[in-house]
């Protein structure tokens, strides 16, 4: 951090401190021959099948079956059309972001002060607490799926967004309690135990010293709760029929008497990629730490 | 860094514990519940103790799932994997063109489960796809809703698409950790290439190829949406992997107490597997300290 050149003892320093230190910029990790063509290849393998989902989206119903036309040769914008105006269609994404979002706001509430106690503190049962929240991340949900639809409909639930946000939370609070606490243990005690001294109250502490500083930290294991519980479709499936119903689960309802109408259901898909793709390239560093739950 | 010993720090962990045993621990007591009793319908229940897991464990139709399963994860490891570090050996240090390969690489994982179904239930259909369309062309006779073959290999490379990009993003972010002296005293110590990855690179990767490992195991062993939407489990029951067959009992036929039973079999393997993840876990973390 301290500028060793502009101190007055700098001088004094041996020389090839500096000159090794620009010797390293010459190798860093050493990429094989023809890094780029692999690199276009894997690229090519991982985008034709969307630019397939895209390429049908954009065409006629009569195109798609009749041609085979690797672009579409009549343009049309008629299947996100449909989407964009028929409530029954629009009200899936509706539906989804609302309760992905209150799974998220829930999750992060409850998981920051977890996070924080488990990152600072040890406390009786803290590492069977720590393992226990785990495998409700690697819970299958098939295992859960029956369970939680005989509970939300006991307690009348059933088919509500609040009952899907909180079935969700069964792997997402796990999640955020382990991605936070990955980036709170990389901020110094120090900054803690100062702010107590000069008077500050958990309270004030927690939300005006310390949230600003893991800033990067809620955004990330908000970005991945958000993820999740948008890409899950057993769960949020199984727990609603109409008020609630999730885009993914009306996608599977594209087929009628005249078959499948697949330049729908492309522009249906291709539409539920849009919210990941927006923000990818904020969380771009961040996807490897976020998928391995706050380590790496 | 040194923790202190704060028993109020539970009042902290205290929302999370009741909301997740909310959505956790009831509704696996249901399941509990159920795998010791059977039914006659209209809510009557009697006690059956251990029959259900006596019946699964000797029903063929668990140990086939399971046998399938573990072919399939085993597969999709042994392809991902070493693909996943080839791909993160190969890609740009820095600059542009590492965001360029990031930000593209990280689009399949952020796909919806049934859409990457969806895609490659496209993808590969013989009339409509560029798949199987190309391979029709070909010659080559593939049709994944009637052959077996085709369905495994179609299901593979939809997973293999999926996350492979997980894998090399883990191993991109190990190599990027190891400092530069190291190439450096290989360079000087005349190391081959092969030399260099496998005392360098594969040793400082271990800890994030055992997360990896890990995690492309779990996720898999639980793997439900994707080959559900592609091939419905078919043909036959050719891809009906563990939760395809659970969420078929417990939710098609209502068969209440040997789902249960599964159910709880299946979570005792998958506790078994976290154990050893969380145990890798702290590893990493005393390591990282």
Same mark, same amino acid.
């Given at each position: 951090?301290?500028?060793?050149?502009?101190?007055?003892?700098?001088?004094?320093?041996?020389?090839?401190?500096?000159?090794?230190?620009?010797?390293?910029?010459?190798?860093?990790?050493?990429?094989?021959?023809?890094?780029?063509?692999?690199?276009?290849?894997?690229?090519?393998?991982?985008?034709?099948?969307?630019?397939?989902?895209?390429?049908?989206?954009?065409?006629?119903?009569?195109?798609?079956?009749?041609?085979?036309?690797?672009?579409?040769?009549?343009?049309?914008?008629?299947?996100?059309?449909?989407?964009?105006?028929?409530?029954?269609?629009?009200?899936?994404?509706?539906?989804?972001?609302?309760?992905?979002?209150?799974?998220?706001?829930?999750?992060?509430?409850?998981?920051?002060?977890?996070?924080?106690?488990?990152?600072?503190?040890?406390?009786?049962?803290?590492?069977?607490?720590?393992?226990?929240?785990?495998?409700?991340?690697?819970?299958?949900?098939?295992?859960?799926?029956?369970?939680?639809?005989?509970?939300?409909?006991?307690?009348?639930?059933?088919?509500?967004?609040?009952?899907?946000?909180?079935?969700?939370?069964?792997?997402?609070?796990?999640?955020?309690?382990?991605?936070?606490?990955?980036?709170?243990?990389?901020?110094?005690?120090?900054?803690?135990?100062?702010?107590?001294?000069?008077?500050?109250?958990?309270?004030?502490?927690?939300?005006?010293?310390?949230?600003?500083?893991?800033?990067?930290?809620?955004?990330?294991?908000?970005?991945?709760?958000?993820?999740?519980?948008?890409?899950?479709?057993?769960?949020?499936?199984?727990?609603?029929?109409?008020?609630?119903?999730?885009?993914?689960?009306?996608?599977?309802?594209?087929?009628?008497?005249?078959?499948?109408?697949?330049?729908?259901?492309?522009?249906?898909?291709?539409?539920?990629?849009?919210?990941?793709?927006?923000?990818?390239?904020?969380?771009?560093?961040?996807?490897?730490?976020?998928?391995?739950?706050?380590?790496? | *860094?040194? /923790?202190?010993?704060?028993?109020?720090?539970?009042? %902290? +962990? !205290?929302?999370? $514990?009741? =909301?997740?045993?909310?959505?956790?621990?009831?509704?696996?007591?249901?399941?509990?519940?159920?795998?010791?009793?059977?039914?006659?319908?209209?809510?009557?229940?009697?006690?059956?103790?251990?029959?259900?897991?006596?019946?699964?464990?000797?029903?063929?139709?668990?140990?086939?799932?399971?046998?399938?399963?573990?072919?399939?994860?085993?597969?999709?490891?042994?392809?991902?994997?070493?693909?996943?570090?080839?791909?993160?050996?190969? *890609?740009? /240090?820095?600059?542009?063109?590492?965001?360029?390969? %990031? +930000? !593209?690489?990280? $689009?399949? =994982?952020?796909?919806?489960?049934?859409?990457?179904?969806?895609?490659?239930?496209?993808?590969?259909?013989?009339?409509?796809?560029?798949?199987?369309?190309?391979?029709?062309?070909?010659?080559?006779?593939?049709?994944?809703?009637?052959?077996?073959?085709?369905?495994?290999?179609?299901?593979?490379?939809?997973?293999?698409?999926?996350?492979?990009?997980?894998?090399?993003?883990?191993?991109?972010?190990?190599?990027?950790?190891?400092?530069?002296?190291?190439?450096?005293?290989?360079?000087?110590?005349?190391?081959?290439?092969?030399?260099?990855?496998?005392?360098?690179?594969?040793?400082?990767?271990?800890?994030?190829?055992?997360?990896?490992?890990?995690?492309?195991?779990?996720?898999?062993?639980?793997?439900?949406?994707?080959?559900?939407?592609?091939?419905?489990?078919?043909?036959?029951?050719?891809?009906?992997?563990?939760?395809?067959?659970?969420?078929?009992?417990?939710?098609?036929?209502?068969?209440?107490?040997?789902?249960?039973?599964?159910?709880?079999?299946?979570?005792?393997?998958?506790?078994?597997?976290?154990?050893?993840?969380?145990?890798?876990?702290?590893?990493?973390?005393?390591?990282?300290?």
């Amino acid at each position: 951090m301290t500028d060793t050149t502009s101190a007055p003892g700098a001088t004094s320093l041996p020389g090839d401190v500096t000159a090794s230190g620009s010797a390293v910029k010459t190798r860093k990790f050493p990429r094989p021959k023809g890094s780029a063509i692999v690199m276009g290849l894997y690229l090519l393998f991982l985008l034709l099948p969307i630019y397939w989902l895209l390429n049908m989206s954009l065409k006629t119903n009569t195109e798609i079956l009749n041609e085979f036309t690797l672009w579409p040769r009549n343009l049309t914008l008629a299947n996100y059309a449909t989407i964009l105006t028929d409530p029954a269609w629009y009200m899936g994404y509706v539906n989804s972001l609302i309760y992905v979002v209150m799974n998220t706001a829930i999750s992060l509430a409850v998981a920051l002060p977890a996070a924080y106690a488990f990152s600072r503190y040890h406390f009786m049962g803290d590492k069977h607490l720590f393992f226990w929240l785990l495998t409700n991340r690697m819970a299958p949900p098939a295992v859960f799926a029956l369970p939680f639809f005989q509970l939300y409909s006991s307690v009348g639930l059933f088919d509500t967004h609040i009952a899907v946000a909180l079935a969700h939370c069964l792997f997402n609070v796990p999640l955020a309690v382990w991605i936070l606490e990955g980036f709170m243990r990389g901020v110094p005690k120090e900054i803690d135990e100062t702010a107590y001294i000069d008077g500050y109250s958990f309270g004030a502490f927690f939300v005006k010293i310390f949230m600003p500083l893991i800033a990067s930290g809620i955004g990330v294991a908000a970005f991945f709760c958000f993820m999740f519980s948008w890409v899950e479709l057993l769960l949020s499936r199984t727990l609603t029929t109409v008020d609630a119903k999730p885009i993914a689960a009306i996608m599977t309802r594209t087929q009628g008497a005249s078959g499948i109408d697949w330049g729908v259901l492309a522009a249906a898909g291709i539409l539920t990629i849009v919210p990941g793709a927006l923000v990818i390239y904020f969380v771009r560093n961040y996807i490897a730490k976020g998928f391995a739950l706050g380590r790496v | *860094m040194e /923790k202190t010993v704060n028993q109020k720090a539970w009042f %902290l +962990v !205290l929302p999370v $514990l009741v =909301l997740v045993a909310f959505s956790a621990v009831i509704p696996l007591m249901t399941v509990v519940n159920y795998s010791v009793q059977d039914t006659f319908g209209q809510n009557q229940f009697f006690w059956a103790g251990l029959e259900w897991f006596e019946e699964m464990l000797r029903s063929d139709r668990m140990w086939d799932a399971l046998g399938r399963q573990l072919m399939f994860s085993g597969i999709i490891l042994a392809i991902e994997i070493p693909l996943g570090i080839f791909v993160a050996l190969n *890609m740009p /240090k820095s600059g542009f063109w590492a965001s360029f390969c %990031l +930000v !593209l690489m990280s $689009l399949p =994982l952020l796909i919806p489960w049934n859409v990457v179904g969806t895609i490659w239930q496209i993808f590969g259909r013989v009339d409509i796809g560029l798949l199987g369309y190309t391979l029709d062309a070909l010659g080559v006779n593939y049709n994944y809703t009637q052959d077996t073959i085709a369905a495994w290999i179609t299901i593979i490379v939809m997973d293999v698409w999926h996350w492979t990009s997980l894998v090399a993003l883990l191993a991109y972010a190990g190599l990027k950790s190891i400092p530069d002296a190291y190439y450096q005293a290989a360079k000087i110590d005349q190391a081959s290439r092969w030399k260099v990855f496998r005392y360098i690179e594969l040793p400082k990767m271990m800890g994030v190829l055992m997360i990896a490992i890990l995690l492309r195991f779990m996720d898999s062993f639980m793997i439900y949406t994707e080959p559900f939407v592609v091939t419905g489990g078919g043909p036959g029951n050719a891809t009906t992997l563990l939760s395809i067959d659970l969420v078929k009992m417990a939710l098609g036929q209502f068969d209440l107490g040997p789902a249960a039973a599964f159910s709880l079999m299946y979570f005792l393997v998958i506790l078994l597997i976290s154990w050893v993840f969380y145990t890798v876990m702290v590893n990493l973390d005393k390591k990282g300290m």
